[in-house]
């Protein structure tokens, strides 16, 4: 029982660690690739909500995720009260100079229902992270094998997904109810920006904590079955 929750306090602080440069992969110091479209704009239903969207660009990036927010949180009310159901998760991820640099790993990050955030502990970690080189990406699909592959991520997988920048509505009676616009620059603010990106193609390159996860698991599986082992131990008396 005690080792088993040693195991799972040492593995809930490890499963989420962001990895080393030695174990990226090289095409993560690539830049988002970008590239003007002529696809129309097309509706699509998810949950009975209707949603009309606007491609703008293509694009493809290779990221590690520093940061993430799945919009089914209990929490999280906006997309609800919405009716935005086609936004599945955010995936707050770092390239490019800030990989080459190992300027990511002095960095705190954290995810909000629509921002990602990040700190540094001093002015000489800040200065040497590239805001540009970060983007919050709001993941759009109608796909629901899509949606079950982005809400395996956790944080510190390596990732690439490819589709579209693209703003969307939520139709009611036909008519826009709201739109949403993608960044299409990543240096909007100096800061980093936010992409609306419909997924058509999404894979994890590399999963480095699986193992740790894994432990954290088992560790909480054991811890549990241990108490209910403990609980039907026979009870000894004393003569």
């Known amino acids: 029982m005690i080792g088993s929750l040693l195991a799972a306090a040492v593995s809930f602080f490890m499963k989420d660690a962001l990895p080393p440069p030695a174990k990226l992969r090289p095409e993560l110091l690539e830049e988002p690739q970008q590239l003007a479209t002529r696809k129309a704009a097309f509706e ?35 997309h609800r009260e919405w009716g935005d159901y086609i936004n599945v998760v955010d995936f707050c991820v770092v390239w490019g100079e800030n990989i080459r640099r190992d300027a990511y790993k002095a960095i705190s990050y954290s995810n909000d229902q629509w921002t990602c955030w990040w700190q540094a502990s001093s002015n000489e970690t800040y200065r040497a992270f590239d805001g540009t080189a970060l983007s919050n990406n709001h993941l759009v699909t109608d796909d629901p094998r899509t949606a079950r592959a982005l809400r395996k991520v956790q944080v510190g997988d390596q990732v690439r997904f490819r589709g579209y920048l693209v703003d969307y509505s939520v139709l009611r009676n036909g008519a826009p109810a709201g739109t949403r616009v993608s960044s299409v620059v990543r240096t909007d603010d100096g800061n980093g920006a936010c992409e609306v990106v419909y997924v058509e193609d999404f894979e994890i390159l590399d999963s480095t904590n699986r193992l740790w996860r894994m432990l954290f698991k088992g560790a909480i599986f054991v811890f549990f079955a241990s108490l209910v082992a403990w609980a039907f131990l026979p009870v000894k008396f004393k003569d």
């Open 44 to 78: 699509t239903t998810v949950n009975n909500v209707q949603y009309r969207i606007q491609p703008k660009f293509s694009y493809d990036l290779h990221g590690l995720v520093v940061s993430l927010h799945d919009s089914d949180a209990w929490w999280d009310y906006a």
